[in-house]
């Protein structure tokens, strides 16, 4: 009987403690599981809570550059709508004497680059053509294609085809006579360019003397150098100065592509009425 009794109380005692320890672990491990939570739960209020700042300070950032990208972008203004600004800023005087000056120099050079295209001629086809009609039908046939050929080469051709029954030394000097007047035609209102290409800067400059002399008025009448007294006269005496070039320069483009023009026509010229001679003397000898 005291050896059972003995045996109940040691698995009793057993018992308590598997229960102590078992009570102890599971205090433990809700502790660990209380901890982890609290841990997880902190660091993701703590990255939600810096997302969110990040996402504000970004929108607050971008509203202001949109605003400040709205704000600068002014409208655009065009090449002419400047130029048409400063030509009214320069002033409406001598601005108005150098546009005059552009304008009728650019009416000379159109008018001078339509006569010396119409001018040029095929001087090689040409003088086939009155070789084989002098050969086939004669002077009259000759002279009757270059009636119908335009150009300053059939004009030359005709007139010394005119004297051809005079002599070869009156047809020489028809062709050289005719050849002076067909250059001087070439070269018609070509002077008339070139005095605009000149006026033009002296304009400008002029408009450039009396801005500087308003501007030492406005000076002298308040007593005192302040820049803004001075900057509008200045301005208008650069601008005028500045159209005044540009035009100088245009027109002097044109004047040497018509010069250019001109030199070409004059040699073609040259070089027809020489050949043209040399045919007309084969054919002198054929009928002599």
């Known amino acids: 009987m005291k050896k059972a009794l003995s045996l109940l109380a040691i698995v009793a005692l057993s018992l308590g403690t598997v229960n102590a320890y078992a009570q102890e672990d599971m205090a433990a491990s809700e502790e660990l599981v ?13 990255a ?6 990040a996402t504000d300070s970004a929108a607050t950032e971008e509203a202001p550059a949109e605003e400040a990208a709205v704000e600068e972008e002014p409208a655009e203004k065009g090449f002419t709508q400047i130029l048409k600004e400063k030509f009214i800023e320069g002033g409406a005087f001598f ?8 304008v009728l120099g650019l009416a000379l050079v159109i008018e001078r ?21 002098l050969n086939n039908g004669g002077v009259e046939a000759a002279k009757e294609v270059c009636r119908n050929t335009r150009g300053p080469v059939a004009t030359i051709f005709f007139e010394g085809l ?20 067909e250059n001087g035609k070439l070269e018609k209102g070509v002077s008339w360019i070139s005095l605009f290409i000149a006026l033009a800067p002296m304009l400008g400059f ?30 208008v005496a650069l601008l005028t100065t500045v159209f005044g070039l540009i035009t100088a320069i245009i027109l002097q483009i044109f004047y040497n ?17 020489i050949s ?13």
């Open 34 to 46: 209380e901890t982890v939570t609290t841990d997880t739960m902190d660091s993701t209020d703590a």
């Open 48 to 53: 939600v809570d810096s997302a969110t700042a």
């Open 95 to 102: 601005m108005s004497f150098v546009l005059l000056a552009l």
């Open 113 to 133: 680059i339509i006569y010396l295209t119409f001018a040029q001629t095929n001087t090689e086809k040409l003088l086939e053509e009155v070789e084989g009609a």
């Open 162 to 181: 005119d004297h051809y029954d005079e002599g070869l030394d009156m047809v020489d000097k028809s062709i050289m006579s005719v050849g002076s007047v």
């Open 206 to 235: 002029m408009g450039t003397v009396i801005g500087m002399i308003g501007a030492f008025d406005a000076i002298e009448a308040a007593g005192d150098i302040n820049p803004s007294l001075v900057a509008g006269g200045i301005k």
């Open 257 to 273: 592509l018509i010069v250019a023009m001109i030199d070409g026509i004059v040699i073609k010229m040259e070089d027809a009425s």
């Open 276 to 288: 043209f001679m040399d045919m007309l003397v084969e054919y002198n000898k054929k009928n002599a």
